[in-house]
Each structure stands twice: as C-alpha cells, then as structure tokens.
C-alpha cells in the first residue's frame, strides 16, 4: 500500500481528501498548513475530521502558518469563517503530534522508503522541509498535489490559489528535483459537488456521509452566492486519487481515472498579472498523437519536471468517493 | 463594400490573408500598412508588394514602425525563411512602397471613413499603438478591430504561454487592449487542431493549380517545415488567415464572449501573455472579445473558394 503524508488546510473538499486516503492509501500522518483560513483553525478541523471519521490514529502535526515571503491570504467567503463550516461538529481532543509538521515530514521521510507527499494546500511546509532537510529531495518518492492550472486559474484570472497563496514555495517543490504530479484547476474544477453529489452521499444514510453531505451543503451554498456558481468543486480528493490503484478497487477496474502529460512547469514570482500562475509549458503537445516526443523528439523549452493532469473521469471519481465513503461508519 | 485596413508584419501566413483579402469580391482593402515582427519593414513592404501585385489590386503599402516600442526587435526568419516567404525570392513589387509613415495613414484613413474601417491586425501592435497614441479618438471611429495574436490563457508558441505577435511588442499591446477600441482577439490556438492544412489539404490546393493556390503553399513551404520540426504540428498553421477569415466572415468564430484581458509586461518569464479572465474572478468590466472557438471547416472552405 502507498504510503503517504496528507499535508493540507481543511478546508471542505481537504475532508474529503482524509476520507479517501484513509480508506486506500496508508497515510502516516496529516499535517497543517495555513491556506484556506488560520493555522489554528485549520489544525482543528484535520482534528475534528479524524474524530468523526474514527481516524484518530493517524498523528496530525501542526505546520507553518505564514507563507515564506507573502502575507497570509484566506478564503473565508468559501470555507467559511471556521474553514470547514456546516455541520457543528465537537471541539476535538485529540492530541496534536508533538512535533512540528516541517520535522514530521523529515523524520518520516528520513526514516521510511518510497513515502510519497499529498499537498493539497498551499506547499509552504513542503518547501520549508526541503531547505530544511535537502537530502529528503532524493527520498520523497513522489509528490502528488493540488495546485496550480494548465489553463485558468480561481485567486485572479491565471493564478490557482494554493500556488497563489505561496508562489516560492512551490517554486522551491518545482525546482526540487523530485518526481510531481500536478492536479491543476483544468481538471479539479470539473469534479463537482452540486445538489446531485450532495444528495447521493447523503442517502448513504450514515453518521459520517450526514457529517460530509451537511459539510458540503455548506461549501455549494456559499460558492452558489458568492460566486454564481453551479456549485462547488471537489479539488482536492483529485491528488489523493491520482496514487490509487483502480485495479485493486473491483467497482472502479477500467481505464485511467487521471491522465497525465510530462510538461515543464515554472512558477510565476514577478509577473503584474501573472504572478502565482503555473506556466506549464505544453507546446510539445501540439501535434499530439501525429508526433511522439517521449522516443527522443525534441522538447521545445525546459525538460518536464512534472505529470501534469490534462483530462479526469469526473464520473468515476465521484463513484470512487461515495463508494469509499460508503465504508465509514 | 466593407472598408479593410491590414497592419501586417507580411512574412508567408500574412500574405495569404491579405490575399483573402484582395479576392474577397465584397470587401476593399484601402491600404496594408507594415510593422516590424516576423521580417524586418523594408522585407515585409516586399512581400506585401508582391501579394498586392499577385491580386493585381494596386493597394497602397505604407512603412511604419521599424521595431517594437521599447524591445529589440526579434524576427522569425527561422519559421518563415530568409525572406518571409519561404525562400521563395520574388520578384520586387511593380511599386515601391508609399512615402508617407504607416501611423499616420492609419489615423487619416479611419478619421475620413468613421465607423467604416475594418481593422485586422496580423503582426505586433506597435502600429496601432502609435497611431491609438497620437490620435485616440480613432479607437472609437473603426468599426471593429480584428487582432491576431495572443491566445485565451497558456497556450504559447515563442515561449510557454506567450504568442509571437504580443510577445514581441507587449506594451503596444497592452496600449491596444485598453484604448476602448472594438476589438476581437482570434489567438494562436484557432490555427491548430482542426485548423492546420494537413497533407490531404495540401495536396487537394496544388491540385487547384490556380497561382494564389499555388502561391499560398510555396511561399509557407518554410513555415510548413517549420511547423513540422519546431512546432511538431502535423500539418500547416496559417494564424493570420483563420483571423482574416473571422473579419471577412464573423460567423467563422462559432463561440465568442467580451471578457477582461490584460497583457503581462512585466514578468521575464511570461511577458506577452494575454491574461483572460474567462470565469471573471476580477469583477472587471470586459475590453476584449475573445474568440474561443473557429469553425476549421468554414475557414478551410472560404480559403479553398478564395485561391480558387
């Protein structure tokens, strides 16, 4: 089984990420970082996730609450002002891991092969770890995260928020050397929780698929009147579900759930209107299906330092979770 | 007769638009002004010149800016050939080119037909920056502006996210998107894809065997290989002519919106993009209509009917 690190701010669809990779990863822990609200409160809701989930052995260690260079930014007008707002939920009692979550990541990763990195936040903990403890650059078996767009972003017209949120950091994550996996807004925003997702996890009739479907009640809400949309998007299970193996998950066998293109990606620090933005370069895939570049052809700029996600199941990946919350209590 | 104004920075896919263009038997093309972008002014005046000659139009071809406002010039022999035109060395044209300065022709001409002019640009924007510049009234005296270049987000050719015309001449651009004039960006990415000329394409114009078919694939044989080697295209991109084919026929566009565009400038790593906020996260009140999507068969059947 992979073994994976969740590193997120909770945040409704980071829920949703926990639920998934608890049931089909082995995740050795979950670790905070500030992005969609406070450290603090982000912190406590990946606490009051693993309680009402029964998921209380998985340690939660607190990270940083500051991006490296940048203010901090929020985003209570779609989290709401506690970050996972909606079903009123315990404060949690569950005691944090003592360490920081920048530490976490290193011992963890010094002490474990293969272990494999999920952000699903802004990567200001991922990037500290890395200028921290370079020699985990060349144990990390994969990073596997949300951020980023091959096409429009959601914080301004380019820019995808958790990149946004903390571009240097994810420049530090690009430029690290260790294999990526990008599940960019192209493809995240297709995944969507509208009253028809809602209302199927709802009637899964149990304690936690109540908890989710009133979480998400409350995301759709918000994302409907503050910005006219559908509803909302579940962003984050999308890096989650990159790493799982639908073979081995008999009602989800067929092809990939996720698919992928090698591309280089840089991340924009100075641009007026670009900064916080993804460049992906993707003009080798132009002529795709006429002319392969992976015999040799030639790459028009920077080699690929990422997979970028080009195309996703939207369908398979919203059975994939109900049929995986369907095995919580 | 529709009144067309062609800024053009003339190398092999802007002479087949002007060609579009000058055999549009509807429309008139009052004058091809030449900026500095694909072939420096004096090589894009000839090429212009010769496609003028070619139609037997006798359009005036007026030189303006000879690079871009504040950047150094950065031409694209390596795509279209020595010469623009595929190597082809065509003769000089019957006429040398007019005296008078390209900025200054384009401001007399649309201030004499107000709300008349058809201005499709197909090279960096200085041009119509400078003239935007000295005369801004004329933003509000053309009809509609058609703008080759740039592209809805992160879809580049010179760099990731950036298409030629804008990246060369970003600030001319951004003078452009911002001077209230109607504008219609077609970007980069409406000539690949279904668009491109594949060999089947190719091969059905030679066998049409007049001289502008055969003239639109001798003078891209550059570009073709180019698009082949560089762009690792499967076939011909002809930008400038699915933008032509937009202005002398709107109903090619199949999906178009008014959306807030802005130019990068400042960034090394992304200057030149045009930033479209398609989902409208800024809350800005839209400058730009942005063409999502061609009709590739309704372009390729106009430009078969118009070397034809």
């Not at chain 1, 073994?3 to 049931?23: E, N, Q, R």
């Not at chain 1, 450290?39 to 991006?67: C, Q, R, S, Y």
């Not at chain 1, 994550?173 to 260790?178: A, N, Q």
């Not at chain 2, 409406?190 to 001798?218: K, N, V």
């Amino acid at each position: 089984m992979k073994k994976v690190i969740i590193d997120c701010d909770p945040g409704h669809d980071d829920a949703l990420a926990i639920l998934l990779a608890a049931k089909h990863l082995d995740v050795l822990g979950i670790t905070t970082v500030a992005g969609n609200q406070t450290l603090d409160k982000v912190t406590d809701n990946a606490l009051k996730v693993v309680e009402f989930a029964g998921l209380t052995h998985i340690p939660v260690a607190k990270g940083m609450g500051h991006p490296l260079i940048r203010p901090p930014r929020h985003v209570p007008e779609v989290h709401g002002e506690t970050g996972l707002d909606g079903p009123d939920l315990p404060a949690p009692t569950t005691p944090l891991d003592p360490r920081h979550a920048v530490d976490f990541i290193i011992e963890t990763v010094m002490s474990t092969e293969d272990v494999i990195l999920v952000p699903i936040g802004p990567l200001t903990n991922i990037a500290t770890a890395l200028r921290r403890e370079p020699r985990i650059a060349g144990r990390i078996q994969e990073i596997s995260l949300m951020g980023g767009s091959l096409t429009y972003g959601n914080s301004t017209p380019a820019a995808e928020f958790n990149i946004y949120v903390d571009p240097e950091a994810a420049h530090i994550v690009f430029t690290s050397g260790v294999p990526i996996r990008m599940c960019g807004l192209n493809v995240t925003r297709q995944v969507p929780a509208t009253e028809v997702e809602i209302e199927r996890i709802r009637g899964l009739g149990t304690r936690t698929s109540a908890i989710v479907a009133e979480s998400l009640d409350f995301y759709r809400d918000t994302l409907k009147r503050v910005f006219g949309l559908r509803g909302g998007s579940l962003h984050d299970p999308c890096a989650v579900a990159a790493l799982i193996d639908l073979s081995a998950v008999p009602a989800q066998a067929g092809p990939t759930l996720i698919e992928f293109e090698p591309m280089h990606v840089a991340v924009e620090l100075k641009g007026e209107h670009t900064y916080g933005m993804t460049v992906c370069d993707c003009r080798h895939l132009r002529g795709r299906g006429q002319v392969s570049t992976s015999d040799g052809g030639v790459w028009r700029g920077e080699p690929p330092n990422a997979e970028v996600a080009v195309d996703i199941d939207k369908d398979r990946l919203i059975d994939l979770l109900i049929d995986t919350l369907a095995k919580y209590p | 007769m529709r009144k067309f104004l062609i800024d053009t920075d003339t190398a092999s896919d802007d002479a087949v638009a002007i060609l579009m263009a000058l055999r549009s038997p509807d429309v008139s093309v009052e004058a091809i002004t030449i900026v500095a972008g694909n072939m420096p002014v004096e090589q894009g005046a000839k090429n212009a010149g010769y496609t003028v000659d070619l139609c037997d139009a006798g359009v005036p071809v007026h030189i303006g800016l000879d690079k871009p406002l504040l950047r150094e010039h950065v031409n694209a022999e390596f795509f279209h050939g020595p010469d623009g035109m595929g190597g082809m060395n065509y003769p000089d044209p019957q006429r040398p080119p007019e005296s008078r300065h390209a900025v200054d022709v384009l401001i007399d001409i649309v201030r004499a037909n107000p709300g008349e002019i058809t201005l499709v640009t197909l090279g960096p924007l200085s041009n119509i920056a400078t003239a935007l510049l000295k005369a801004p009234d004329i933003a509000q005296s053309v009809e509609e502006c058609y703008v080759m270049g740039g592209a809805a987000n992160v879809i580049g050719n010179i760099t990731p996210s950036a298409e030629y015309n804008i990246w060369c001449d970003p600030e001319a651009a951004r003078i452009v998107f911002h001077s209230g004039m109607p504008i219609m960006m077609v970007g980069w990415e409406h000539c690949i894809g279904d668009s491109l000329l594949l060999e089947e394409d190719i091969q059905r114009m030679r066998a049409l065997g007049t001289p502008y078919a055969d003239f639109t694939l001798d003078c891209n044989r550059s570009a073709l290989a180019a698009c082949r080697d560089w762009l690792g295209l499967p076939g011909l991109s002809l930008p400038d002519p699915v933008c032509m084919a937009v202005a002398l026929n709107r109903d090619v566009s199949t999906h178009d919106e008014p959306k807030y565009v802005d130019v990068e400038t400042t960034s090394e790593l992304t200057h030149g993009e045009t930033v479209v906020d398609r989902f409208g996260v800024l809350e800005k009140e839209p400058n730009i209509e942005v063409c999502f999507a061609v009709d590739s068969e309704k372009f390729k059947r106009m430009l078969f009917d118009l070397v034809s």
